[in-house]
């Protein structure tokens, strides 16, 4: 067993129970166990078992052994492959554009999830892809999502984890990008689990660029960590990170963001921005900007910051007749508008929706407590 614990162990999370997993052997599930209603261009896997499957025939779809692609694991990612009870395969042949957005279901439903997800792309290769993660029952999780990018080859990826309240999640995405590969991929960890996510793009040959978003919102007294790191690998290589959260209640979130050029990336760009609003006194929201850069040919920069709700928006929209509360909710939900919009499935988007209404519940979006 390896000991190291990924990077957040940095923020605390030694004493959180990863590993107290329940792994047993449960009945065959059927699509009528979960109350998820299917629809076409749609896996749906529960407890490991494939109960859907509608992707589109140009596409390779396996619940089937995968490969390793990650060379050094953390412990976490260790014992991910150790006890892995879920899987699946994706593989997008050579010049195939997958014009329909797949969608993925991935179920816990009788016992803990330790679930790895593979996508590879193979040259000229394009997908839109929404990966969603949903708990059913109260068992702690370990994910690990890998997506190998060979070169000229686009992805489009939407995250959403909808693990169940209450429990220890543990997520890495690892991303491997060849010449001139495109990423585009937007991470949604709205839930209310205490969770360790990451996000690690390498970007290893020539022309690669990703784009990683990722948002949050933190409340009651859930603790997230989470890190997001690009690598420059290759010259002319752009990778760009964007981080948004919203912390509130007694929560906790920490956002790292990595940016890393490696010696001989010439002419690559690596930029980074970090926004968290903090809408509590007891709420604790950190912000870890990281720029390490070991060439001189290159652009990068990094911006953070953490704030509260804009007073003068606030007075503006109560000016028109809004109350407090319904003003502190629409600056919100409009800080996170954009990343929601990007979705192109409307049930889910309208299920994030809802979920984010529910964090930002209308008596707890007032500024510090008030209730004037």
């Keep these: 067993m390896i000991d190291k614990l990924p990077l957040a162990e940095k923020t605390n999370i030694k004493n959180w129970a990863f590993e107290d997993l329940v792994l047993k052997d449960v009945s065959e599930p059927t699509l009528c166990d979960i109350g998820i209603h299917p629809t ?15 992707a589109p025939p140009s596409i390779k779809v396996e619940a089937s ?40 279901v991935v179920v816990a439903k009788e016992r803990s999830l330790v679930h790895k997800t593979e996508v590879i792309l193979e040259t000229g290769a394009g997908l839109d892809l929404v990966e969603n993660y949903i ?44 010449n001139d590969a495109t990423l585009d991929t937007t991470n949604f960890m709205i839930n209310d689990v205490d969770m360790v996510f990451e ?6 040959g020539s022309g690669a660029e990703a784009d990683v978003k990722t948002v949050s919102i933190a409340s009651g007294e859930q603790k997230q960590n ?39 990336s010439k002419a690559s760009d690596n930029q980074q921005e970090t926004r968290l609003l903090n809408l509590s006194k007891t709420a ?17 920069g990094h911006a953070a910051s953490i ?11 109560m000016s028109r007749g809004m109350s407090r509360a319904e003003a502190s909710k629409m600056i919100v939900s409009g800080f996170l508008a954009p990343f929601v919009d990007r979705i192109d499935d409307e049930e889910m988007k309208a299920t994030l929706v809802t979920k984010i209404e529910g964090k930002l519940s209308v008596r707890e979006v007032y500024h510090y407590g008030e209730d004037t």
């Design 40 to 54: 076409e261009n749609q896996i749906i896997l529960v407890d490991g078992t494939i109960v859907h499957n509608t």
């Design 65 to 104: 052994s995968l490969s390793e692609l990650l060379p050094v694991p953390n412990q976490l990612i260790a014992s991910n492959g150790m006890k892995r009870n879920s899987q699946l395969l994706i593989v997008v042949p050579r010049n195939t554009l997958v014009t329909e957005t797949i969608s993925v």
């Design 135 to 178: 708990g059913l029952g109260k068992f702690n999780t370990n994910i690990v999502s890998t997506f190998e990018l060979k070169a000229n080859a686009n992805l489009t990826v939407s995250t959403v984890s909808n693990m169940s309240a209450g429990t220890i999640v543990y997520h890495h995405k690892h991303v491997q990008m060849e």
């Design 199 to 204: 996000d690690f793009t390498h970007l290893l």
């Design 226 to 264: 989470i890190t997001v790191r690009t690598m420059n690998i290759a010259d002319h290589t752009v990778g760009n990170i964007t981080n948004y959260g919203i912390v509130k209640d007694d929560a906790h979130l920490a956002f790292n963001g990595i940016g890393k050029i490696q010696k001989a």
């Design 284 to 300: 604790e929201a950190i912000a870890n900007p990281f720029l390490l850069i070991d060439e001189g040919d290159i652009t990068a």
């Design 307 to 317: 704030g509260q709700l804009d007073e003068e928006q606030i007075y503006y929209l």
